[in-house]
Each structure stands twice: as C-alpha cells, then as structure tokens.
Nanobody, 125 residues
Framework: QVQLVESGGGSVQAGGSLRLSCATS????????MGWFRQAPGKPREFIAR????????RYADSAAGRFTISRDNAKNTVYLQMNSLKPEDTAVYYC??????????????????WGQGTQVTVSS
C-alpha cells in the first residue's frame, strides 16, 4: 500500500508559477516510477509527466513540455512538478500517482494503481 499526499496548488495569474509536491509513504519510494496527471471539470484525466525510479528518465505531455519540470528526491520520498508560464487552460485538479509495475511510456491512467487526493490549480487570465 502506498499513500500519496499532494500539496502546493493554488490560484495564480497567467504567466505565473507553482511548484507541486507529492509526499509518499508506505513503500520504498525509489523502487517505482511516478506520474503526474490532471483533470479539469467534464474532461478525462490527462497525463502530464512521469519520472523513472532514479529520476534519469522523464516524459512529458505536449501540453507540459518546455513549461513543466518533473523531479524527485528519493531521500525525501517526494516527487515535484514545477510549473512555469501557466495558462488558464492549465486549470485542473492535479494528481500524483504510482504505477502498478514497470512502465514504458507511463502516460495512461490505467497503468497507475495508487493516487493522491489531488490539489487544485487555478490560473486566471
């Protein structure tokens, strides 16, 4: 069992930045990849980024590439999502997640078994 707790969401104006954190417990953090997803009202859950166990390999959705950075601190059992140049269309609830096993792309919600409760990000124009 893995517990995940997101934090760092809030309200910002377009062009601003936020840094999301996801603290984990319950399993050896360095043993698994991590992913960030988001879900806006009325829309399906959307892949944002994922990072490998070691942090060496990352993958981003086109909507996040160049603006968002995923990172992890295995000593702190925490994964981060630095979000810059935020746009109103980035408004959503953001979730971190742990996959059920090894992932290749890791961009499908169905690959993930543990989810946090989510943190709201609101970007105003």
């Amino acid at each position: 069992q893995v517990q995940l707790v997101e934090s760092g969401g809030g309200s910002v104006q377009a062009g601003g930045s936020l840094r999301l954190s996801c603290a984990t417990s319950g399993r050896a953090f360095s043993n698994f990849a991590m992913g960030w997803f988001r879900q806006a009202p009325g829309k399906p859950r959307e892949f944002i980024a994922r990072i490998s166990r070691t942090g060496i390999s990352t993958r981003y959705a086109d909507s996040a590439a160049g603006r968002f950075t995923i990172s992890r601190d295995n000593a702190k059992n925490t994964v981060y999502l630095q979000m810059n140049s935020l746009k109103p269309e980035d408004t959503a609830v953001y979730y971190c997640a742990v996959p059920s096993g090894p992932v290749t792309n890791g961009d499908a919600p169905s690959e993930y078994v543990y989810w946090g409760q989510g943190t709201q990000v609101t970007v105003s124009s």
